[in-house]
């Protein structure tokens, strides 16, 4: 015997059904979140995508699920119904609810453009596609302030993050970092935040390179208030980028949220200095979570500043301490970091008989050749031809029949 029939899953009102016989209109909504289509006119989807980013928190992964069934048209209708999309409680909704009425996506549009800035979504020419790595939690779209192409800075990025409250050795690293990695063609991404991020993001723009600077806010909100001035200069020389839409502030979990844009924007994310519960060991995670280069610029051991990024280097992240070592793990195959040696001493260029003549000469006393011979294990002939050498080159003199060393305050400086 068969049992009753199966009812239909009832939906929210606005929102497409869902289940069999549903295949047209889940196929509409599919090529609904396909992208915005890339023109001066705001499209209704793009419309979407803005009122949303208005409405829901980045990284919101039950809304994430929402664009890709219903599409961003279908949920911000739903949005306006009392039945809740699933996921959310009913309390949560009501939130969303209040947040969707409120927004007004043409005005917020205005206000950037007013900027400079524009509003870029999944499919325009300038998205970066990388970002899909995040899935569910992908940006809905992202606000930008800045001239050049975020797609294209992207293809050749890295992240350097780091603690707000930085010590001077680690302002400077992140400095030489972010000039050394821009003059070599590479774009520095940060969190404009006081610190390494600023530090990162200043070395940048010493040198006149690309630099995007990652908000917890909106585009037109400078904050840190202390980095105003530093901000404009990354929308001016490179670009600024937000999730939020115009006017928003940050929170803390904004700021932690953030991270993830960050992580996923770049081929690869340095944590110059960190302590434990960094913000910026958020990013790493996300960057290890999504298959990038994961690195660390290691620390005094009795700094709390490096205790975080030495955890991370224990965890399986690469020690890196210069840009040429970044690249190498980031890089195309064959930028290889140059291999690290010592100085090359004049001593080192000396014959291996006239160094043994050299060392087996006693700090203090001159000697014959019959002894030194003796002590270095050479004949007297070849000890005696040494000395001359060593004589020309300003290491020995001659006191009557013995030899003696040469005192170093006598010496040329090459000589030493």
């Keep these: ?150 797609r294209l800075a992207a293809l050749r990025s890295v992240a350097v993050v780091g603690a707000r409250a930085c ?42 390179g690309a630099t995007v600077g990652v908000l917890a806010c909106g585009v037109d909100v400078a904050y840190p208030p202390g980095n105003g001035r530093l901000i404009d200069r990354i929308a001016s020389q490179g670009l600024l980028l937000a999730e939020l839409a115009p006017g928003e502030h940050p929170t803390r979990p904004r700021f932690v949220l953030r991270n993830r844009v960050i992580a996923a924007l770049t081929r690869g994310t340095v944590v110059v200095e960190a302590q434990l519960r960094s913000g910026s060991l958020v990013t790493a995670r996300w960057a290890e979570k999504l298959g990038r280069q994961t690195m660390g610029v290691p620390g005094a051991v009795t700094s709390s500043c490096s205790s975080g990024v030495h955890r991370l280097l224990r965890g399986g992240a690469h020690v890196v301490t210069s840009a040429a070592e970044v690249i190498e793990l980031i890089g195309a195959i064959g930028e290889l970091a140059p291999e690290p040696t010592g100085p090359v001493l004049p001593r080192d260029l000396l014959h291996p008989a006239a160094a043994r003549v050299l060392e087996a000469l006693p700090a203090r006393e001159a000697v014959t050749i019959a002894w030194l011979a003796r002590a270095s294990g050479t004949s007297p002939e070849q000890t005696s031809a040494r000395l001359g050498e060593l004589r020309s080159l300003g290491y020995v003199h001659r006191t009557g029949g013995r030899w003696q060393l040469t005192p170093a305050r006598r010496r040329h400086p090459n000589r030493r």
């Design 1 to 150: 015997m068969s049992g009753p029939e199966p009812q239909p899953t009832p939906t929210p009102t606005g929102a497409p059904p869902a289940g069999p016989g549903s295949e047209a209109t889940e196929g509409t909504s599919a090529r609904a979140d396909d992208g915005c289509s890339f023109g001066g006119t705001a499209t209704a989807e793009r419309l979407a995508r803005v009122a949303l980013s208005r409405t829901l928190e980045p990284g919101d992964e039950a809304a994430g699920g929402w664009l890709t069934r219903y599409g961003p048209e279908e949920t911000v209708r739903a949005l306006a119904a009392d039945t809740p999309l699933p996921g959310v409680s009913p309390q949560r909704w009501t939130g969303l609810r209040l947040r969707a009425a409120a927004a007004r996506p043409e005005a917020d549009l205005a206000t950037v453009a007013a900027l400079g800035g524009r509003f870029v979504c999944p499919g325009d020419r300038d998205w970066p596609v990388q970002l899909d790595d995040l899935q569910a939690a992908r940006p809905v779209g992202l606000w930008l302030r800045g001239a050049g192409s975020l």
């Design 167 to 208: 010590t001077d050795y680690g302002s400077h690293v992140a400095s030489v970092l972010g000039a050394d990695l821009a003059e070599r063609g590479w774009t520095v991404v940060s969190g404009a935040a006081y610190g390494v991020d600023g530090a990162a993001h200043r070395g940048a723009l010493a040198v006149t």
